[in-house]
């Protein structure tokens, strides 16, 4: 846990299951108490406050489990293990309210989806810990999207904004921003499969807000992402 918190109950209403609505519960961080307070201080009246860190993680082992499961996307199988890992490492989930941190419960996804005349449209699916179920409801969330056709930007910032480039293998990457809006959502960008020394390498980008987060932040969630990438054994089931 980072800082003290003040647990006030702000809904954050999200889809729905077999049982009912799934209702997470956001509460806000005692600043004042915070570690990074005067950091948070800071960075968050800059004009530019975003930082961004590319890499590339490891993702053999996943794609030699998704042989075997041709019945599953492999982009919507790395959009797992990485909202996985934005809800672990909980600077993640912390959001801008003005001069306070809203700290989710829960971060769902939003992925850019291409249509054929080339445009694309935004999907948005809910987080879900068990593999199976998490790509069941993503891919209806995709195909959904698809029939749909029609660009609709969601709101709410319970979320991590994805997006996938499989036509470069980037080493730079910048997100368009609206300097008018308070956005402390963290995207993330996916590139090329590339190859490496007889293994499979991913491209990503991960651009947060300093105000909320250090590289030492950032640098923990990568390192969880590619722990659990080379072990998905543990998470996906091999019919």
Sequence with gaps: MTGTFFFITVGCERGATGSGTI?????YLDVASWPRRDTFEFFRGFDKPYFNICTT????NL?????RRPDLSVSLAYHYFALRAGNEIEPFRYRLRGENVL????LHAG??????NES????YFNYEEDFEKFMSAAMKA???????????????????????LPWASFTSFSHARNWGREDSVPKIAFGKFTEENQRTKLPISVEVHHALMDGLHVGRYLSLMQETLLMPESYVRIS
């Design 63 to 67: 794609l030699t489990s998704l042989r």
């Design 57 to 60: 993680l490891d993702v053999t």
């Design 142 to 164: 995709l195909a959904d999207a698809r029939s749909e056709g029609k660009f609709q930007p969601e709101p709410a910032d319970d979320a991590i904004h994805f997006t996938v």
């Design 23 to 27: 209702r997470a519960m956001a509460h």
């Design 120 to 123: 694309f449209i935004m999907a």
């Design 103 to 106: 700290v989710h419960d829960v």
């Design 111 to 116: 992925t850019t989806v291409l249509l054929p």
